[in-house]
């Protein structure tokens, strides 16, 4: 996976509320979604959710993360003349 995937997987977590209908979404199980974002926050070297078992929340970067990579991915989508 590259780190756009990484980046989608993000939003797509924090859009759906949750790793197990963010991986439906994707078309992933809910394991890869939990690794990509594992490796964004290696990567990053910031945790940017705060997950148990039964939920998660945005951390203060997470929240900053999410906003910069939801302009990212839609200035990435936008078609080009």
Not at 16 to 44: C, M, N, W, Y
């Amino acid at each position: 996976m590259d780190q756009s995937s990484e980046m989608a997987a993000f939003v797509a977590v924090v859009r759906e509320a949750g790793f197990s209908a963010a991986a439906h979404t994707l078309h992933l199980t809910p394991s890869a979604v939990s690794k990509q974002i594992s490796r964004l926050e290696d990567r990053l070297g910031v945790r940017l959710l705060n997950r148990t078992t039964r939920r998660f929340s945005m951390t203060e970067e997470g929240e900053a993360y999410y906003q910069r990579a939801v302009s990212i991915l839609r200035k990435s989508r936008k078609p080009r003349p």
